[in-house]
């Protein structure tokens, strides 16, 4: 069954994007079909998949607002092992567009339910806000992913996030959920890196993911590039870090299941 998870934080420069495009790439690389949706107008996820923002024919624009098919603008990558739903700066008029658009909030989540059943996992990278975009993003989705920096302001802003998240879930989607705080940009030799990080197991306990992902800066050459890390540089910390979080989410996952599966059956 796919799965459809949101990459959220309405901070900007945590790391949104460059997971979303790196974990994409590390799940595809496990054979996973995986469809990356971007729904931040500065398209950096588009570009950083190697997909000129410029040169789009449609974008998620266009689905939004009923131009397209979503499989008219879905393209595939060249390199990046994944397919995108791209975006430009057109996704700004979306907003304002869709204000008298009856379930205004369920645009995404109705276009990605025609596509759903051809993948394994779809990532949406979402703005630096709370906006209607990344409310259309929580309404999708099954659950968020939040890359967190930490540092000092990091916590800052958490509880807007999470009543957002529960607000979501008790009104347009019950089945939301946080599947896994990830901490990003870790140096693990700052003292208020550790202290923040203890912080947020104290809070989120196992939701915390064991991996992290270092500051390195193969991370963030790649997207000048067009490239995923794993294709720029696949021996370096950024790569592997970002194999290990696929690797992880994907044991989660399949344990999941199995907790699930022996209740289906008595019932
Ligand atoms: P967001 O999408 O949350 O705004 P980005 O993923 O665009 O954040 O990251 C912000 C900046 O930090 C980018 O220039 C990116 O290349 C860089 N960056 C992100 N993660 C790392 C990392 N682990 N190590 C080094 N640079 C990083
Ligand atoms: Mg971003």
Request: hydrophobic fraction near 40%; glycine fraction near 6%.
């Amino acid at each position: 069954m796919s799965k459809i998870l949101a990459v959220t934080n309405q901070k900007g420069g945590v790391g949104k994007t460059t997971t979303c495009v790196n974990l994409a790439a590390s799940l595809a690389a496990t054979r996973r079909r995986v469809l990356m949706v971007d729904t931040d107008p500065q398209g950096n996820a588009t570009m950083g998949s190697g997909i000129d923002k410029h040169q789009l024919e449609y974008s998620i624009y266009d689905v939004l607002v009923g131009n397209c098919t979503i499989g008219e603008a879905i393209q595939e990558t060249d390199d990046a092992g994944f397919s995108i739903l791209p975006a430009n700066a057109d996704l700004t008029a979306a907003e304002v567009e869709l204000l008298d658009v009856p379930e205004k909030e369920r645009r995404l989540q109705n276009v990605l339910d025609s596509v759903r059943s051809e993948y394994d996992f779809i990532l949406i990278d979402c703005p630096p806000s709370l906006n209607m975009l990344t409310v259309n993003a929580m309404v999708a989705a099954d659950g968020v992913i939040i890359p967190m920096q930490c540092e000092y302001y990091a916590l800052e802003g958490l509880t807007a996030l999470l009543e957002t998240i529960s607000g979501i879930s008790r009104t347009m989607n019950p089945k939301l959920h946080i599947e896994g705080i990830l901490r990003t940009m870790y140096d693990p030799r700052n003292s208020l890196t550790s202290e923040v990080s203890k912080q947020l197991i104290g809070h989120f306990g196992d939701k915390v993911y064991r991996s992290v992902i270092p500051r390195n800066v193969r991370l963030a050459e790649a997207p000048s590039y067009g490239l995923p890390v794993l294709k720029y540089d696949k021996n370096s910390r950024g790569a592997i870090a970002y194999l290990a979080l696929a690797g992880e989410l994907i044991r989660r996952q399949e344990a999941n299941q199995q907790a699930v599966e022996p209740r289906q059956t008595l019932s």
